[in-house]
């Protein structure tokens, strides 16, 4: 027996068993005794699914219906929880498929009857088989249904179970319901140790599910999920499931270990968390000269946290070690931080950020230009590409409205690149051009759609965002659009009427830009420095492929690197091999006494580019020397002692 | 062997070089211009002291007026604290006396302090003497040198120097014991964040 087709619940037991029972009857209320072969499935909100036999025919295995059918109720006596028609026999013979195709005709009492029977069944069936083809892990559809799914059956489930159903067949419903709430509900309901790992969860899928509580949350439609999943669904998000389970445990750990060291003012990170929280709601928020500097003094909290966190024992102190060499430490102390000390500050750092920004004018600004560019038309406005319609616009104020809720600036981008993603959807809906629109045409529609809404808010989430999110993180697409949106936010603040609209960001915009990249990225690279600072990733055979961590301090000989390197690639004559300086496409071999974290330093330093180490055959493709300036050792040597 | 985490803070007026102190110890590099901090910086460093190795866990604090309520946040928990002066800014020796105040009123009771008298290289424009300060670091039992994280004098030396106190003055066992929970570890210096 597989562990999913164990009953989850104790209170789940009697009704399966009840289930198998009234399987193998074939009582049932006499006026719907009809040939059918249709099993009905009555779930505790009392909907009702119908799963067609057909489908289990070609979808399951032999004993998927006796164990494995998920939650059902007969509390109320008057439905039955698994009703088949004819019995199990005629679910495991071929030649009953044909009456399958006309029968689903069993209703449970207060049901429609007869007439609107077969249409309901129909969307029944529909909404059956729709998991299943989205999620793309069941075979081939069974036999098509007689009639062709109509509009109508569109329910708002199936809408959501696929993330972006595209604009033009979900019937808007206004409600973010996301694909995200329906794999929890459905990992939550049907598995256990995914079940597990969501509901104590690494913070984010817990923002999720804050976040969900917000939104007008369906629990009925759950329980409908659950109740026509496959086992093979299952199967495969079990074993995916377990795969990550070792990966996940372990993070959770670190991050309840964080969370618990924060909370308790007795140990020292305690101390520093619960001082840090206590001292910015006491008002230390307000003692700073600007808007960016309090936001970069509680980055530089989190980052020192990190380091400290990920540098000494404290964290190992409590908890078993192991398994967090392979993970990403750094992120996951990073998110459990948010937790320990965004949530708390969250509402008392925008109060502060809107303070300072009514003191310094910009909010009144934004107000004023909002109102005046709301007025004008998208030619006036640089709009060349669609723009949202009502719908969609509300959908991407909702979308806003969590962005700014969330504390955590990591959920922040997801959300931001959610609206992104919306906006381009909308550029390109209904423009009926060969090439799609692209980002240059991005810009005035995102402007557009700011002012529709409150600018104010936005303007405080972007800050909030540039100044706290992880350095790591603002490299990419975040990082890109993030800066689009500060873009388009400077020009609204910055608006002249008399200037045309720019399709492109500002100098100015872009001035700050640059600054702004300059002081948070350099800031990044010292962060990563200090946490690192005997670490040298070394490449084997080619850059940046099977890198490893190799701890060298300052003064380490390449010779002394290449002994470690042998050892670590496993190299039977490490004689043969070199450590080369590949940069700029070149790469040279090091001398045996050079010191690869002193070199390494002062290229950073000299040229502010990264460069690579690579551990591999010498005499393979490596240039002779040239005169690249401030790089000692860099002729190409075979002497190496190693 | 044996490894020992040891939390060092320092403390003292904006300018006097407590970032390139911890700069110079850390990465053996000096930046003339290196921005004011801003809350407070963390870095680590690792040296072999004796058959032990010492891991520095160091708190360096932003030295400006409006951060220096979260001072003691960070000196609270160390084992020493490192207070800077500038040899040529004699108001910044008075700074340094009103740290020793604090840390005597409010710090923990076996906090161990160290006295850097810092840009000793710019001994044309001194201000302080190093008699005063070497009488006045006597006085409260402190470790006192001057140094210049520009030259690199005295910057080594000085966490020596306290690396050879903390083992001798630290009686509190939860300060300085915690490395031991470590020797389950392999090693001290496979751990990496990123």
Redo the contacts between chains.
Sequence with gaps: MKFWTVPLKPRDTPLAMAAEETMGSSAGPPELQLPTCSIQVTSEDGAMCIINPLFLAVHSDADWLGHSLPPCQTADAGRKALRPRNGLENLQEPGSTEEGETGLQELPKGAPRKGDVSSASRRRRLLLRSPAQSASVGPPDGPPSPEPPRPETHSPHRASWIEEAPEATAPAPCHPLKKSHSESSLLGDALLPVMELDSLSVSSVEDEAEAHTAAPATPSHRKRHSAVLTSKVLHRISAVGSALSGLLSAERRVSNRVQELAQEPGS?VG??VQ??VA?VLQG?AA???SST?ML??IR??I??????L?????L??GGE?GD??EM???SV?EASLYKCLLKPLRDCVYAQLLDFHTQDGLQRRLHDHQATMRKQSLAELGVAAGVPDGPALERIQAKLGLLHQAYSPKKKETLLLKVCKMLYEAMNQGAGRAEPFGADDFLPVLIYTLVQGDVVPVQLDVEYMMELMDP?QLQGEGGYYLTTWFGALYHIGNYQPATMVTRHISIEAQRTIHQWQRRRTIHHREG????????LYISFQEPFANQK?I?VP?HMTAASVCVACAEKYGIADPASYGLFLVMDSTSRLLSGDSCPQKLR?ELL?SRGTSVCFVYKLKGRGELPATGAPALENQRSTYNDPA | MALRELKVCLLGDTGVGKSSIVWRFVEDSFDPNINPTIGASFMTKTVQYQNELHKFLIWDTAGQERFRALAPMYYRGSAAAIIVYDITKEETFSTLKNWVKELRQHGPPNIVVAIAGNKCDLNDVREVMEKDAKDYADSIHAIFVETSAKNAININELFIEISRRIPLTDTNPSSSGKGFKLRRQPSVTKRSCC
């Excluded at chain 1, 990920?310 to 404290?314: G, P």
């Design positions: 020292y101390g520093l001082s840090y001292h230390g003692r700073h000269t500097e970069q003094e530089q909290t980052s020192n946290l990190k380091g400290y990920c540098e000494s024992s404290e190992q102190a070690q967090t060499e990403d430490l750094g102390v790591g990563y420095r200090r946490r690192s600072q005997d670490i961590a701890p300052f330093a330093r």
